[in-house]
Nanobody, 118 residues
Framework: QVQLVESGGGLVQPGGSLRLSCTAS????????IGWFRQAPGKEREGVGC????????NYADFAKGRFTVSRDNANNAVNLQMNGLKPEDTAIYYCADVCQVLLVDDWGQGTQVTVTS
């Protein structure tokens, strides 16, 4: 069974940065689409950003535009989510999946916790 695993979360101060990684049990290049999602406490899961087969095929949620970047790191078999200018409202569990839309995800992984606090 193919599996995607999230990592890189942690505790960061407002304005700080984190880089999350999504790695695959096989080659990440076999995934033509990788989406990042998040779920904040008491809120529904939402899309963050998505990447196609190359770095120039991306789209982002409005809150992520200009602050977050999804990119492929084939050398490390990963798709990364670089998050800059983090805000307390970015606090959430972050997940990756092989689709771009929340409703299309069949199986969620454990995710990685991101906490933004002073």
């Amino acid at each position: 069974q193919v599996q995607l695993v999230e990592s890189g979360g942690g505790l960061v101060q407002p304005g700080g940065s984190l880089r999350l990684s999504c790695t695959a049990s096989g080659s990440i290049q076999n995934y033509y689409i990788i989406g990042w999602f998040r779920q904040a406490p008491g809120k529904e899961r939402e899309g963050v950003g998505c990447i196609g087969s190359t770095d120039d095929i991306t789209n982002y949620a409005d809150f992520a535009k200009g602050r977050f970047t999804v990119s492929r790191d084939n050398a490390n078999n990963a798709v990364n989510l670089q998050m800059n200018g983090l805000k307390p409202e970015d606090t959430a569990i972050y997940y990756c999946a092989d689709v771009c839309q929340v409703l299309l995800v069949d199986d969620w992984g454990q995710g990685t916790q991101v906490t933004v606090t002073s």
